[in-house]
């Protein structure tokens, strides 16, 4: 649990009074990485003997998997009892990002279960949005969906959301104001303060054009790229028709184009899964379940820069995530809008004309031919509805 040790740290150093972004744990000398508000939040964990932290982050996780298991369920509409979600719950322990953040001792449980309660909560629920703007001010990439709200026409949700972010900026400042000018005017844009880019940890864009093109820092080969990504992502979320696909799309989204998503990140695969089953592509569930236990990437050699010289036939294994994204947009977004385009093309026949006069057959047949005009003018000093029923 690498990570619980970082976020005790963290809540240290907050306790203590000394500086947040100035310390490393661990034997991988880890640093803190997450806003101020964050490492407030974890003043908590310091209260607790390191044991007794690490059972709480164990129980609280698989408890948080149990709570995301049954919202991706009410997600995609699916009715499953209590032994279907304990079963469920089990099987999705195996899934590599759930395990990787018990492993871990990670937050990304609770961060994907926070979101996604706040975004399924009832329209005009009390302070819907608040929720997804304290999940941004803990962890930045939750912000992703405050586009995804205004993209989707809820704007007073998103404007709800960007109020809680700007609540966790102000609190980091008033508590911990010389952290947070550090945070937000250096250690933000320090990507490589996270961790390394080209590692096969890391199942975003960037790792997989680092990947494949040997180079550890691929530059404009990965940023292009990833801004042509972000453009189709968003314009397909703004389009797809069907809710939990557009969600869907908008946290893969995040994932592919952010500088580093670890795996452990891709939780998201959970309400993946339950969306797949409940359209019944059970194949395309199945595929994608194997995708998510198959843990290809650390089947590979990945010793000191052996990440950097995989032969191309290993690229694919090295980052199946990043490549599962990158089709997404074609099996979520496509379908649904070519069905709402054809269902729009498709012409509604309107009544046929009554005959209620010796001349409805000829009206019928100049409406028909176009001598008379459509538009609603007046015929025989009458007014005539035209149009589709």
């Not at 941004?136 to 989707?152: D, E, W």
């Given at each position: 649990?690498?990570?619980?040790?970082?976020?005790?740290?963290?809540?240290?150093?907050?306790?203590?009074?000394?500086?947040?972004?100035?310390?490393?744990?661990?034997?991988?000398?880890?640093?803190?990485?997450?806003?101020?508000?964050?490492?407030?939040?974890?003043?908590?964990?310091?209260?607790?003997?390191?044991?007794?932290?690490?059972?709480?982050?164990?129980?609280?996780?698989?408890?948080?998997?149990?709570?995301?298991?049954?919202?991706?369920?009410?997600?995609?509409?699916?009715?499953?009892?209590?032994?279907?979600?304990?079963?469920?719950?089990?099987?999705?322990?195996?899934?590599?990002?759930?395990?990787?953040?018990v492993?871990?001792?990670?937050?990304?449980?609770?961060?994907?279960?926070?979101?996604?309660?706040?975004?399924?909560?009832?329209?005009?629920?009390?302070?819907?949005?608040?929720?997804?703007?304290?999940?941004?001010?803990?962890?930045?990439?939750p912000?992703?969906?405050?586009?995804?709200?205004?993209?989707?026409?809820?704007?007073r949700?998103?404007?709800?959301?960007?109020?809680?972010?700007?609540?966790?900026?102000?609190?980091?400042?008033?508590?911990?104001?010389a952290?947070?000018?550090?945070?937000w005017t250096?250690?933000?844009?320090?990507?490589?303060r996270?961790?390394?880019?080209?590692?096969?940890?890391?199942?975003?864009?960037?790792?997989?054009?680092a990947?494949?093109?040997?180079?550890?820092?691929?530059?404009?080969?990965?940023?292009?790229?990833?801004?042509?990504?972000?453009?189709?992502?968003?314009?397909?979320?703004?389009?797809?028709?069907?809710?939990?696909?557009?969600?869907?799309?908008?946290?893969?989204?995040?994932?592919?184009?952010?500088?580093?998503?670890?795996?452990h990140?891709?939780?998201?695969?959970?309400?993946?899964?339950?969306?797949?089953?409940?359209?019944?592509?059970?194949?395309?569930?199945?595929?994608v379940?194997?995708?998510?236990?198959?843990?290809?990437?650390?089947?590979?050699?990945?010793?000191?820069?052996?990440?950097?010289?995989?032969?191309?036939?290993?690229?694919?294994?090295?980052?199946?995530?990043?490549?599962?994204?990158?089709?997404?947009?074609?099996?979520?977004?496509?379908?649904?809008?070519?069905?709402?385009?054809?269902?729009?093309?498709?012409?509604?026949?309107?009544?046929?004309p009554?005959?209620?006069?010796?001349?409805?057959?000829?009206?019928?047949?100049?409406?028909?031919?176009?001598?008379?005009?459509?538009?609603?003018?007046?015929?025989?000093?009458?007014?005539?509805?035209?149009?589709?029923?």
């Amino acid at each position: 649990m690498a990570d619980t040790l970082v976020y005790r740290a963290e809540g240290a150093a907050v306790a203590d009074g000394s500086d947040l972004y100035g310390f490393t744990v661990t034997e991988w000398e880890l640093p803190a990485t997450y806003p101020p508000f964050a490492a407030i939040l974890f003043v908590p964990t310091t209260w607790l003997p390191l044991g007794a932290l690490k059972a709480v982050f164990l129980v609280g996780n698989v408890a948080l998997l149990a709570l995301l298991v049954r919202l991706s369920c009410d997600l995609a509409g699916l009715a499953a009892r209590a032994p279907h979600l304990c079963a469920a719950t089990a099987l999705a322990l195996w899934l590599e990002p759930v395990f990787q953040t018990v492993l871990f001792g990670q937050i990304n449980l609770a961060l994907a279960y926070l979101v996604l309660w706040d975004l399924t909560r009832p329209p005009g629920a009390l302070g819907k949005g608040f929720a997804l703007g304290v999940a941004a001010g803990i962890k930045l990439t939750p912000a992703v969906f405050v586009a995804y709200l205004l993209l989707r026409g809820r704007r007073r949700e998103a404007g709800v959301a960007l109020a809680g972010f700007a609540g966790t900026v102000l609190l980091g400042a008033l508590v911990l104001p010389a952290a947070s000018v550090e945070f937000w005017t250096r250690r933000i844009f320090e990507t490589g303060r996270v961790g390394k880019a080209w590692i096969v940890d890391n199942q975003s864009l960037q790792g997989l054009v680092a990947r494949l093109l040997h180079d550890a820092t691929p530059g404009p080969a990965w940023a292009v790229p990833a801004a042509v990504t972000a453009a189709v992502g968003l314009w397909a979320v703004r389009r797809t028709p069907d809710e939990p696909r557009a969600l869907l799309l908008a946290a893969c989204t995040a994932l592919l184009v952010s500088p580093i998503s670890w795996s452990h990140h891709w939780v998201w695969c959970v309400p993946l899964l339950a969306v797949l089953i409940a359209e019944g592509r059970w194949r395309r569930a199945a595929a994608v379940a194997v995708l998510f236990t198959a843990r290809t990437f650390w089947l590979l050699p990945h010793e000191g820069d052996l990440d950097l010289a995989l032969p191309w036939w290993q690229q694919p294994l090295a980052s199946p995530y990043a490549l599962l994204a990158l089709v997404l947009p074609v099996t979520l977004a496509l379908p649904p809008m070519l069905s709402t385009y054809l269902s729009t093309r498709t012409e509604v026949p309107g009544p046929r004309p009554r005959v209620d006069s010796p001349h409805a057959h000829r009206d019928a047949r100049r409406d028909a031919l176009g001598d008379t005009p459509r538009d609603g003018a007046l015929r025989n000093g009458a007014p005539r509805r035209v149009g589709r029923t």
